[in-house]
Antibody, heavy 121, light 111 residues
Framework: QVQLQESGPGLVKPSQTLSLTCTVS??????????WSWIRQPPGKGLEWIGY???????YYNPSLESRVTISVGTSKNQFSLRLSSVTAADTAVYFC?????????????WGQGTLVTISS | QSALTQPRSVSGSPGQSVTISCTGT?????????VSWYQQHPGKAPKLMVY???KRPSGVPDRFSGSKSGNTASLTISGLQAEDEADYYC???????????FGGGTKLTVL
C-alpha cells in the first residue's frame, strides 16, 4: 500500500526557510486521482492545512500561509517538497505529508508519521 | 481560532455511545458533502475514520458513523472501547479559495 515519509532538518533558525521532503512509496505520485498535501500541528494544538500539489505542478495553498509557502513535485523521485520562508517560533510544529483524494470525494489518507521542526536560534 | 468548531472534550463509559459535533458555515460544512473525520492517538499520525460525511474506509469498524445536518457534521462512536480514547478532528472542503479547513479537535476520554 502507499506509504509516505517526511524528511528534513529538525531545527531551523528564525527568518530562515524551512525545507521538507515527502517520499512516496508503494504508488506513483503521478496518479491523476490524488493531490499531495502538507499539514502541520503545533505542539499541543490542532491540525492546519498548508497546501497541496497535483502531479502536473498545479498548487493550492492556505490563504493565510500563501505568501510564504512553496510546494513542488519531483515525479522522477516520487517526492514532493515544502518550503516555508521567513519562519518564526509560531511555525514550530509537527509537519505531516498526506495524500488527498481529488474529484468527487475529499479525504487525506495515508499520512506520513510526521516530523517535528523547531524554530529556534 | 479554528475555522470549524468542535467541543474541546467528550467522555463516555465503555459500551456507551458518544457524538462529536463539528460546526462550520454554509461555505464549508453546509456547502459540500466533503466532511472527513480523523482519529489521532498521542504521538501518532491522524487516521482517516469517515469521509464524504458518512462513508467509512475499509478496516474502520462500523461503530464509527458520520452524519450532517445543515452546517453541523457529527461523528458518532457506539459501543465505546478503551482504544477509542484519542483526539478526533473534522475537516471540510471549503471551496476554491479557502479549500480545506480543520476543526480544533476533540479529546475523547473513555471512563
Amino acid at each position: 500500500q502507499v506509504q509516505l515519509q517526511e524528511s528534513g532538518p529538525g531545527l531551523v533558525k528564525p527568518s530562515q526557510t524551512l525545507s521538507l521532503t515527502c517520499t512516496v512509496s508503494g504508488g506513483s505520485i503521478s496518479s491523476d486521482d490524488y493531490y499531495w498535501s502538507w499539514i502541520r500541528q503545533p505542539p499541543g494544538k490542532g491540525l492546519e492545512w498548508i497546501g497541496y500539489i497535483y502531479y502536473s505542478g498545479s498548487t493550492y495553498y492556505n490563504p493565510s500561509l500563501e505568501s510564504r509557502v512553496t510546494i513542488s513535485v519531483g515525479t522522477s523521485k516520487n517526492q514532493f517538497s515544502l518550503r516555508l520562508s521567513s519562519v518564526t517560533a509560531a511555525d514550530t510544529a509537527v509537519y505531516f505529508c498526506a495524500r488527498r483524494k481529488g474529484y468527487s470525494s475529499s479525504w487525506f489518507d495515508p499520512w506520513g508519521q510526521g516530523t517535528l521542526v523547531t524554530i529556534s536560534s | 481560532q479554528s475555522a470549524l468548531t468542535q467541543p474541546r472534550s467528550v467522555s463516555g463509559s465503555p459500551g456507551q455511545s458518544v457524538t462529536i459535533s463539528c460546526t462550520g458555515t454554509s461555505s464549508d460544512v453546509g456547502g459540500y458533502n466533503y466532511v472527513s473525520w480523523y482519529q489521532q492517538h498521542p504521538g501518532k499520525a491522524p487516521k482517516l475514520m469517515v469521509y464524504d460525511v458518512s462513508k467509512r474506509p475499509s478496516g474502520v469498524p462500523d461503530r464509527f458513523s458520520g452524519s450532517k445536518s445543515g452546517n453541523t457534521a457529527s461523528l458518532t462512536i457506539s459501543g465505546l472501547q478503551a482504544e477509542d480514547e484519542a483526539d478526533y478532528y473534522c475537516c471540510s472542503y471549503a471551496g476554491s479559495y479557502t479549500l480545506e479547513v480543520f476543526g480544533g479537535g476533540t479529546k475523547l476520554t473513555v471512563l
